[in-house]
Nanobody, 121 residues
Framework: QVQLVESGGGLVQPGGSLRLSCAAS????????MGWYRQAPGTQRELVAD????????NYADSVKGRFTISRDNAKNTVFLQMNSLRPEGTAVYSC??????????????WGQGTQVTVSS
């Protein structure tokens, strides 16, 4: 079993910043790509950003480029999302995803439970 636990969401004013964290734990052998997704009410879940295991490849949604930064700490199996210059349209549930190879040599993707980010004055 593998668990992903997010933290760092909350209420922030437009233009403000938040830093999300997602820690993976359990029977982990290695983690490949880790990413952040978001889903606002009435919309499809969308990729915000992801990062490969070595950090060599980062992808961002066009809507967040230049404002959000994804990073990871492989020693702690943790991925971060620094969100600056937040906008009201960024209000959503943010969830992390990890492509994991377990100790039992089974590879699959896991999801966290999600953390609410609300951008409002």
């Amino acid at each position: 079993q593998v668990q992903l636990v997010e933290s760092g969401g909350g209420l922030v004013q437009p233009g403000g910043s938040l830093r999300l964290s997602c820690a993976a734990s359990g029977r982990i052998f290695s983690i490949y790509t880790m990413g952040w997704y978001r889903q606002a009410p009435g919309t499809q879940r969308e990729l915000v950003a992801d990062i490969t295991s070595g950090g060599g490849t980062l992808n961002y949604a066009d809507s967040v480029k230049g404002r959000f930064t994804i990073s990871r700490d492989n020693a702690k199996n943790t991925v971060f999302l620094q969100m600056n210059s937040l906008r009201p349209e960024g209000t959503a549930v943010y969830s992390c995803n990890a492509d994991v190879l377990t100790v039992g040599i089974v590879r699959r993707c896991y999801w966290g439970q999600g953390t609410q980010v609300t951008v409002s004055s």
